[in-house]
């Protein structure tokens, strides 16, 4: 059940990443991320998703994952985003994930529910590291250009 779900995210990448772009396009809380590029955003969105699994199963708090979104934090450094508001796009995709999963309506039995225990620990674990990371990358970007 816990790779249905994620395959079920992969599936549908596409739509889901065009649904959170307009979410965050609109949202009052990230009107930094109205002055990115639509694909820029669109991309990175889709990025998550579509490579959900790989994160979640096989790079979880190695790897990819740090050097990916100390990469993220740093360019939005650079790029005059708020911190806050690259965390509120992150928590934003991980409750759009929950939110998409829920409607769905794919977990009605008691073993699906465990599977979606799961599923939340990992996908929780994946967004501390992304935020954590993402902030790293912030600041030493920062820090960086303060000692310029």
């Not at 990443?17 to 990115?36: F, I, M, N, V």
């Not at 990992?122 to 990371?133: H, K, V």
Request: no cysteine; aromatic share 12%.
């Amino acid at each position: 059940m816990l790779v249905k779900l994620i395959e079920m995210i992969e599936k549908n990448a596409e739509t889901m990443a065009g649904e959170l772009k307009s979410r965050l396009q609109t949202d009052p809380a990230t009107p930094s991320l109205q002055t990115l590029d639509d694909r820029v955003l669109y991309e990175d969105i889709f990025e998550v998703y579509s490579r959900l699994g790989y994160w979640l199963l096989k790079d979880a708090e190695k790897g990819e994952v740090p050097v990916h979104y100390s990469a993220i934090g740093a360019q939005r450094f650079r790029e005059g985003f708020p911190l806050h508001q690259v965390v509120h796009a992150l928590v934003a995709t991980k409750r759009h994930i929950w939110d998409t999963i829920l409607e769905k309506g794919i977990m009605r039995t008691a073993k699906e529910l465990d599977s979606a225990v799961d599923f939340i620990t990992y996908l929780n674990r994946f967004f501390d590291m992304a935020i954590y990371y993402t902030t790293l990358g912030y600041y030493r970007a920062l820090n960086l250009k303060s000692a310029s």
